[in-house]
């Protein structure tokens, strides 16, 4: 079983910055970030692949940059330019390497989940 566990989560102005970490146990093939406010679905934020191959949701795009520690299995998301709409809890997750060459950026794409950290961004 994956261990995953986030940190960095806090409170911060609108136009300000939060750097989220995940630690995993092990690697996997993707290492993704969601997010969720309640009464809402998860939403997929960015994800990077075991290639490096990094992808965004156009909400975050050219702000959040996510990357991995060269051990690759500490997945970093940094956030920029942060608005009120990203307060949210935010999730990593992992794959299982169980689908050949998945997108990575959907629910259905991971196997496991950390509890999660919220994210707060005041006007």
């Known amino acids: 079983q994956v261990q995953l566990v986030e940190s960095g989560g806090g409170s911060v102005q609108a136009g300000g910055s939060l750097t989220l970490s995940c630690a995993a146990t092990?690697?996997?093939?993707?290492m993704g970030w969601f997010r969720q406010v309640p009464g809402k679905e998860r939403e997929w934020v960015a994800a990077?692949?075991?290639?490096?191959?990094?992808t965004y949701a156009d909400s975050v795009k050219g702000r959040f940059t996510v990357s991995k520690d060269n051990a690759k299995t500490t997945l970093i998301l940094q956030m920029d330019s942060l608005k009120p709409d990203d307060t949210a809890m935010y999730f990593c997750?992992?794959?299982?390497?169980?689908?050949?060459?998945?997108?990575?950026?959907?629910?259905?794409?991971?196997?496991?989940w950390g509890q999660g950290t919220q994210v707060t961004v005041s006007s």
């Open positions: 997750a992992t794959d299982d390497w169980g689908k050949p060459f998945p997108k990575c950026d959907s629910v259905a794409d991971y196997a496991y």
């Open positions: 092990q690697s996997s093939f993707c």
């Open positions: 990077i692949d075991s290639r490096g191959r990094t």
